[in-house]
């Protein structure tokens, strides 16, 4: 492998990592602050992708407002999943959580089967974002993946100034260390739960309308996407930003070049990396102790 | 039985004895023959499955919707090309509806369940697409036929061409599964059978679609040649991926039929000038083809395609059988023996059977062409399966 292939391949492995890294932290966010288990996450990403693929001819070329539009009907979706469901199960123990979002699991994959169907979709990249950039001698680089990097970066670092640099984020953070604490000190709990979920939610739509075009639409990309988060999620630590971050990139790593040079192998290389992370710190790399 | 009176019993006993033993060799000939469909009716294989079945009846309503002077009931159920509930269905039609014949499916896994209890409960199954190389070869039994292909088949006839158009490296790409997997080896074997060598087999989890990283590593690879085997949405998007790249200039892409079969619409310009392998193609033109292809349009108001034709041989097999026993299905041995004998006169053009069951036939080279995948020429006459592991012959 000479150096500019090296180069491109790190090229994917960041994108990838990425955009796992957008799900993860919706994830992250919502075990590490409410402490609930979120299986269904993997099924907001689903609902994000299929979103792109019925907003899209609507909105043609204006792809940016597709994604905030996306953004926001994620956004109440989650607000109103959170009322009407999440908010019951904080209290509950994580056998309940898991029965319950399985649940929902279940009623979006219904859902998604009678509205839109069972086959798989291909989501048109917008035209100002077609072609590639010529990468050596053979190799056209899309454009598209490009500004899905780009764009997945801006979402980064917009969420660690809010977690790090506002009033909100340090709530959060309080939250997360201290829930007791923080009500005590005369903050609405509540709300702040049901911001943060609605957050999480729309992270993780975001990622799958941003996903789409490169993956296509299919029944079961939830689940797929979800046992990665997880796996991120571990070795991250619980409940932290930057640790998911960190994971992201290494799973995309792993991933990537795993599937290059252990190509019948490429199933568990993450696994295998899980694996050797948790007997490292078993915690995981960026632990907040719970 | 407490409230029923003894005598009662044994008098119903006796009439239905009665009509058992008196009626059995008239109702052997006027009982219809019960096909059982079993094949995918939603998913992303929906309209394969619904081509095999009117291909299927499209042969049977052409014989007067008889075969013998025998009825023909059709028996449905939908696999959802679920292998989790491929048990649970196929019994459903073998032990519920006892039907005569098993007609199924286009998934590998699950038809390879469907084998599996075919083997167990000794019921006849013809398999009308699913490749998997093991239904008839390790699997092979007496009652299993298969009337399409095996994996081994096109990608083994491709492997050929490629190293006969002056390839020497070449690089396979594929879902990591069995009709994936199965495939790319076939094309290793035809492919150094003709001296070229092939660099590295390239896979993703089954049905991953983000194909990036590999086209990037085919890139460095700098192969002669590409030999892809995706189906589906998964197809339309390698082609399209793989144009996008830029690859298409510089390494040519080859694959087995499936990869612009059924798809060439979504593909459009991307799949222009491909060259496939398979045992059908779009403009055969000869006579038998034709009229298939006409009466199909007709009863159907769409075009045939490869899967309506194995749909259509299925039935052509099976009617082979039930009149070389003159209706009477019951002489179970020599309608097996006049199925295995058969010569099918198929739109595909006239193919036998090789002893582990399996189409010997002949295997096309096509060119996408617009909408079509026009022939170009035969890959290899009377193409017979290895059947490595079959231990019928």
């Known amino acids: ?290 | 039985m407490k409230y029923t009176s003894r005598p009662a019993v044994t008098a119903l006993a006796i009439a239905v004895a009665g009509i058992f033993t008196s009626g059995a060799s008239i109702a052997q000939s006027k009982d219809p023959i019960k096909v059982g469909f079993m094949l995918p009716a939603t998913g992303t294989f929906a309209s394969l499955g619904n081509m095999i079945e009117n291909g299927f009846k499209l042969y049977i309503n052409e014989q007067g919707g008889k075969l013998a002077g025998r009825d023909i009931q059709y028996f449905k159920v939908d696999d959802e090309s679920d292998p989790a509930k491929a048990t649970d269905n196929v019994n459903k039609l073998v032990k519920r509806d006892q039907v005569d014949v098993l007609v199924g499916t286009v998934h590998s896994g699950v038809a390879t369940t469907m084998a599996k209890v075919a083997r167990e409960t000794n019921t006849l199954l013809i398999v009308p697409n699913a490749g998997a190389d093991l239904i008839t070869g390790a699997m092979c039994a007496k009652n299993i036929f298969r009337t399409s292909f095996t994996n081994w088949q096109p990608a083994f006839a491709m492997g050929k061409v490629a190293a006969e158009r002056g390839h020497k490296k070449a690089i396979t790409i594929t879902w990591n599964y069995a009709a994936g997997l199965e495939s790319a080896k076939g094309f290793v074997e035809g492919f150094e059978k003709g001296g070229g060598t092939v660099a590295q087999n390239l896979t993703l989890p089954f049905p991953n679609v983000e194909y990036q990283a590999l086209l990037t590593e085919i890139a460095s690879k700098k192969p002669d040649a590409v030999y892809a085997f995706f189906a589906g949405g998964g197809a339309v998007k390698f082609v399209k991926d793989y144009v996008a790249a830029g690859l298409h200039k510089t390494i040519p892409l080859y694959g087995p039929g499936f990869l612009t079969d059924g798809t060439l619409e979504a593909q459009g310009e991307s799949a222009q000038g491909l060259f496939t392998t398979l045992h059908y193609a779009d403009n055969l033109n000869t006579p038998r083809d034709n009229t298939f292809r006409l009466n199909f349009a007709k009863a159907y108001k769409t075009n045939a395609d490869v899967y309506a034709v194995q749909g259509y041989d299925a039935a052509q097999l099976l009617a082979t059988g039930v009149k070389a026993v003159g209706g009477d299905i019951g002489k179970r041995d020599q309608m097996l023996l006049a199925m295995r004998s058969a010569s099918i006169d198929s739109p595909r053009g006239k193919f036998t059977l090789s002893p582990a069951h399996n189409p010997v036939q002949d295997i096309y080279i096509r060119q996408v062409k617009g909408n079509l995948n026009e022939v170009k020429g035969v890959a290899i006459k009377g193409l017979a399966d290895p059947a490595r592991g079959c231990k019928l012959f």
């Not at chain 1, 929902?104 to 048109?124: A, M």
């Not at chain 1, 609405?188 to 639409?217: H, Q």
């Not at chain 1, 490429?266 to 995981?284: C, D, K």
């Open chain 1, 1 to 290: 492998m000479d150096l500019s292939t090296f180069l491109v391949q790190c090229l994917n492995a960041v994108q990838y990592g990425l955009l796992l890294f957008l799900v993860a932290s919706g994830l992250t966010l919502i075990f590490g602050i409410m402490g609930v288990i979120n299986l269904a996450h993997g099924s907001f990403y689903m609902i994000g992708a299929y979103m792109a693929f019925s907003l899209a001819p609507i909105f043609g070329d204006y792809f940016i407002a597709q994604l905030l539009a996306g953004i926001a009907l994620a956004a109440i979706l989650g607000y109103v999943l959170e009322w009407a469901f999440f908010s019951y199960l904080y209290q509950r123990d994580h056998l309940q959580q898991v029965l319950m979002t399985y649940s929902l699991i279940l009623v979006f994959e219904e859902l998604r089967s009678i509205l839109i169907g069972n086959d798989v979709h291909g989501v048109k990249v917008p035209e100002w974002l077609t072609g590639g950039m010529a990468l050596g001698e053979v190799m056209t680089y899309p454009v598209y993946n490009l500004f899905a990097s780009a764009a997945c970066i801006v979402v980064a670092i917009a969420l660690y100034c809010v977690v790090n640099r506002t009033r909100l984020g340090m709530m959060i953070r309080a939250g997360a260390s201290n829930r007791d604490m923080v009500r005590g000190l005369g903050i609405n709990i509540r709300l702040l739960y049901r911001i943060v979920f609605a957050a999480g939610v729309a992270l993780a739509a975001l990622a799958g309308m941003i996903a789409s075009p490169m993956t296509s639409v299919y029944p079961g990309m939830g689940g797929h996407i979800l046992i990665v988060c997880f796996v991120v999620v571990v070795i991250g630590g619980i409940g932290s930003i930057s640790g998911a971050l960190i994971a992201s990139l290494l799973v995309g790593f792993v991933d990537t070049f795993g599937k290059v040079f252990f190509a019948q192998l490429s199933g568990i290389g993450i696994y295998v990396l899980m694996a050797l992370i948790l007997i490292w710190r078993p915690e995981g790399l960026k632990s907040k102790g719970y």
